[in-house]
């Protein structure tokens, strides 16, 4: 059998019932914002789906008809929400990602960018790799060659999109305020629980300031914290390349370390994350050795404002001035459906003006590395989102996800709005309200 | 199609409106009902004057135009059953002008239906007419199969409220019918021709449509019936006691039932039948109508009667039969949804029919409805790739037809005829009365090119075809 017949083969058995139970209501249509940016049905969800019931179905092509369509889908899964039955939309999309990677005759696999493959497969697996670029580019800021290359554009003029975020990354901190993993931090004060940290690739390299206050915090409200050696990247923008295999194994290497680490909780702060952990009892569904430790991980796996909201409230020291609006992280929203906890704790703060925006619970368009592979459709649906935004009059936007919150930060500057506006992480604001750095 | 038909359209349409990869096509195939048909371009026009020219083309070539809104329909409407282009209307949706002075509305044929809602509502206007799917659908889709909702008891359907039209005709002709006046008898009223007209008699492009004030107040309460009977004598004597709700709504004990077990929210399992009514007008007289159809309800033999306090108390009253169309079709892949409509005195014999029709096919069919204007939604649940179940299908479904026309009814009260009710039309019509309506399709397209294959049944079809 060639790989496409195995291909359509497995999607068939994989996707097929979940794609028969959509009624093609459109119910979904509203909630989906490449629908709205493009205004065609096959960047819809019901589009989407009718497509990969047409692709196990063997009447259209996986390469030429398929990959198009879902390539372009944000994976940000508000159309799960709004669907009447329940389609289980995400399980479908990562289906069809992995027919799509696997039927690709293997001389023409390269089709896959080279930003992809080099940061799916060399880099965010390997949480040293991800240290020392998080050092490389602590360093580049700090000796000053970040500015040379703002001031002369000429990251732009090579690629508008590594250009935006570039502008976008975050102040790294030096590896020496980096907490490492094996530590096991003591609550201060009574120790209510005994919490075990999730790092995150990206978060622990670039974000590590972010991380630490995250810990910081979770002391404070009488958390031990512990951070399980051999923790690796949660594998979220591998199942949503369709790098399945490769999804399960780094699943499986965190299952483990955590497993071992025996909390009562396991704590994240980064939506996108918090949700491929919650995913990990379906991806390891069929596997009979793992899938009962997966499904208890996944239970035990919570989002940090969830963490803090149950055991706050939180010991504030200082008033925040200003209106702050809160953009949902949409894994934070649609998969792990918290959506109470960030702006019950956003309001919790002395002094704040919280302000909710327009369609706060679209996607900003960061989808994982959607505004890196389709710039241009990423940018239409931010600046619509910028819009909403701009009338909350807001000085603070707050998210919970690293690609958001750079997504954010991109958003801000192409509105030159950079000396009004910023957009923090809702640790950071968090901490800062309580008095730490 | 002719390479020469595509490349007359791609000189009046740009590429990144018309479409001929298989990816799209497939993507315009479906609509909410039932069948798959490929089209073989589609286009996404952007004003009257480009589908104008693209229609001349198509009677040029001969081929066949399918409008499409956002594919809600339930009855085959937009299928391209005989090929050819579908045209996408939803990128007509700039033009959404409240006129408060003359409580008027005029609006592009792709706005979503909810948005004439929110911004006539921020005038202090109401716009009556509200199907389930009006979140979704598009303005021209309802104007087209003359849509509703529960509040068409009260307020009509959306035929009502439209008083004017900008037209592009089948042979490709810009034309305007109606106008910005309430009252207009010059000549034939081909407004009202062409909303309901399913779009085989013209492509709406522009639509004026009347609004009303809104009402100050409403309030709703819920009846649980032991017997289905009692139901029906329940609304009979409320329409018959000079109030008019604005929403009288029946569920029956199989919907309940699957409600109850898609999201328990307490419904009583062994009520043969709910009631939500809702009142709405000045607020001291919907407090003495409220309690007054409350009374009527246990006089003719409710178990309970409850009336909403709160607005939380009455969106839980609601949700129940929000529910029920999630609920059911977690009874099965395939939902073959009627909705056969019969004069409210006939509801309770209507009623009877189906469980008649429900036992002699051993069929798992549930109603509920409009029951205040006798819009019922008979809802068969199966799997279509059960065939033999869909062939016993397909018998009460023409059964339900039957019973419908018999007790003086109509085959469609909101859905349309499409494709799927296509072949009882003569039932309902008799055949002078079908031949009437085609000479009107015959003399306004003379070429058959706007949306063929819907209303009338091809030749020798006499009943609807689910699986072959
Ligand atoms: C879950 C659900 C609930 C529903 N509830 C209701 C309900 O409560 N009440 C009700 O009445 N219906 C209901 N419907 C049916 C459907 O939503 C309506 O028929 C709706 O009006 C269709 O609108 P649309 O924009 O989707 O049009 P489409 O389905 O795309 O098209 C409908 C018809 O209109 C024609 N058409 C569309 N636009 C134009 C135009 N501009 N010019 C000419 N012809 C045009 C098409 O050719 C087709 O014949 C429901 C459907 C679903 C899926
Ligand atoms: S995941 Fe988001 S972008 Fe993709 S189809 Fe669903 S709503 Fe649209
Ligand atoms: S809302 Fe659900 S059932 Fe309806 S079209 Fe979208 S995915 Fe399908």
New interface residues.
Partial sequence: MNETNAAVQNLYSDAYDWT??C?????C??ACPTYESM????A?PR?RI??VK?AAEG???FQ???S??IDLCLGCRACETAC???VPYGHILEAAKEAIENSAPTNQKTKMTKIKKLALVHLFPYPKRMNRIGSAVFLYQKTGLSKLIRTSNVLHKVSPALGHLEQALPAIESSSKRIRTGTIIPAKGETKLRVAFFAGCIMDSMMSRINRLTIELLTLVGCEVILPENQNCCGALHSHQGETIQAQALAKRNILAFMEADADVIVNNAGGCGASLLEYGHLLADDHEWAGTAREFSKKSKDISQILYQLGPLPYTEEWQGIVSYQDSCHLRNVQKVQKEPRLLLQSIPGISYVEMEGFDRCCASGGIYNLLHFDESMKILDEKMKNLKETKATTVVTVNPGCQMQMSIGIQREGATNQMKSMHLVEILAKACGLD | MEKEALHDLSQVIPGDRMFLDLAERYCYSYDASFGEFLPEVVIQPKNAEEISEVVKLANIHKIPVYPRGSGTSLSGGPLPVKGGMVLDMTLLRDKLIIDRENMLAIVSPGVITANIHKKAEEAGLFYPPDPSSSNVATIGGNLLENSSGPKGLKYGTTKEYVIGLEVVTPTGEIIRTGGKTVKNVTGYDLTRLIVGSEGTLGIVTEAIIRLIPKPQAKQTFVAHFNHLIDSGHAITSILSSGILPSALELMDNACIRAVESYRPSGLPLQAEAILIIEIDGHPLAIEEEIIKCADLCRAKGASYVKIAETEEERQTIWSARKLVSPAITQMGPTKISEDATVPRSQIPAMMERLNRIREKYGLNLVVFGHAGDGNLHPNIITDKRNITEMKKVELAVSEIFEAAIELGGTLSGEHGIGTLKSPYMEMELGITGVNMMKKIKEAWDPNNILNPGKIFPDKGQTRVVLVT
């Fill in positions: 028969n139970q009624v093609k209501c459109g119910y249509l509203p205004g065609v049905e096959s819809s589009g009718n497509l047409m009447k259209i092509d030429k008809d398929l198009e369509p009447p039955v329940g």
